[in-house]
C-alpha cells in the first residue's frame, strides 16, 4: 500500500532520530526501497494491536479468575462477554475442523491470530489511522509464524511420517507428488499473507478517498463494507490456519 501520513506516522515525525534510525536499517529485504519514518507505522500501529489484546486479555482473565462468580454471566456486553463470544466462535471453527482434544492444545496460535488479526483490521474504520494489516511485512510476519508453527506441530505428531506423507501413498509416484506438496506447502504462508494485505490495504484506500471527498455521511456505507471485510479476512485467516494445523497433525495412516 502506498505509504501516506496518518495519526501515528504524524506523531512520529516529530522524533528527530527516528529518520535517522530509519536510514540505518538499509533496503527493504522485499521491495528493495529505502525505509522512510512512514515505514515505521506499521509496526507501531502492530505493537499497540499487541499491548491492547494483552490488556484486553488480562482483563478478561480477571473476570473469570473467581470460578463462583465466572459461572454467572453479565447481563450486558462487557469485556469479559465480549472475549467470551469472540473465542468460543473461533474455538469452535477449530474443534470443528481438527476436533476438541487437537483443537484444545493447539488453539493459543489460532486464538491469537484471531484476535491481532481482528483488533488490527478495526484500525481500517478509525478515520486517520491505518491498519497493520495493509502492510505486507506485518501480515507475511503472521503467516511465516503459521507456516512455521504447523511444519512444527506435523513433525511433532507424527515424526518423519509428516514428511513422508508429502510423497503421497504410492512410492513409485513419489518423484511427481513430493515436489508438488513441497511447493503448495511453502505457497500457503504467500497467499494468506497477500489475501489479507490486499483486502485491508484496498478497503482502507478506499474508505480514505470516500472521507477525502466528503467527509460526512457519504463513507458510511464503505464502513459498513469494511466491517464486513475485517470480520471475513479474520475468518478466513483463522480457518485457514486451523486447517494447515489439522492436516498437519492428522496421524499418518500410510
Known sequence: MPEHTTFITYLLSKFPALQHNAELIGYSFIGHREPTWRSFEPIGTALLVVLFVTLLAL?????VADLDLAVIPDDKLTVRTFMEAFVGFFYGIARDVMGPKRAKRYFPIIGGS???IFFANVLTLIPGLAPATSSLNITLGCALGVFIAFNYYGLQANGFGYVKHLAGP???????IFPIEVISTCVRPVTLSIRLMVNMAVDHLLASIAIGMVAVFVPVPLMFLGAIVIVVQTLVFSLLTSIYIGLATEHEEH
Do not use: E, I, M, Q
Not at 170 to 176: D, T
Open 59 to 63: 482483563r478478561a482473565r480477571s473476570k
Open 170 to 176: 504410492k512410492w513409485y509416484l513419489a518423484w511427481l
Open 114 to 116: 484471531a484476535c491481532f
